[in-house]
């Protein structure tokens, strides 16, 4: 059942801005301050493989408000972040972003998102002996290889699937 990958030379890359309009031009109900719903993510993926010809690409500058505290505002936009997401066949592999490394900055994003700052106080404290500008991503590894081998279930690539029904091997 394989399907092979297809993939630009230069990797796609796409805002969240021009992804929504692309959902929004299809005829979708696309919120471009909210976040995508797993069918909307599968159906950007159709519209970029008709459009790009790639199951591979990346969507940047998430708005604010949907991302984590931590979560780096862009220089240009405090609405929007420097964030992203990487797909494969219209499925999120990786996200990652820009980490905020400026305590004041970083109690004023966990105000905004009601987290109680005395239960992070360390964390942010943390960042008052200096911190350089960093990010961080998180990889699905049995994803990425679900998808690129376009399986159509997890648990074909897991040596340990659990599910509601099975918690343990």
């Known amino acids: 059942p394989f399907e092979p990958l297809q993939y630009l030379p230069n990797m796609l890359r796409i805002t969240f801005a021009e992804g929504i309009k692309m959902l929004q031009d299809a005829g979708h109900d696309a919120d471009p301050q909210g976040d995508l719903t797993t069918e909307l993510e599968r159906t950007l993926g159709k519209l970029v493989k008709d459009k790009y010809h790639t199951d591979f690409y990346v ?5 604010l ?5 931590y979560t780096m505002p862009a220089p ?4 929007v972040s420097n964030s992203f997401d990487v797909f494969i066949r219209g499925e ?3 996200s990652g972003a820009q980490r905020v490394h400026d305590p004041t900055l970083l109690a004023e994003r966990a105000a905004v998102h009601g987290i109680e700052l005395s239960t992070i106080q360390p964390y942010i404290d943390s960042f008052k002996y200096g911190a350089p500008p960093h990010g961080g991503v998180g990889v699905g590894l049995e994803r990425v290889a679900m998808l690129f081998c376009a399986l159509g279930n997890i648990r074909l690539t897991s040596m340990f699937p659990r599910d509601p029904k099975r918690l343990t091997p």
């Not at 240009?76 to 609405?79: A, K, L, N, R, Y």
Request: without cysteine; glycine residues 0%.
């Open 59 to 63: 969507m940047t500058r998430y708005p």
């Open 65 to 69: 408000a949907v991302r984590p505290f």
């Open 76 to 79: 240009d936009d405090p609405t």
């Open 92 to 94: 999120e592999i990786i």
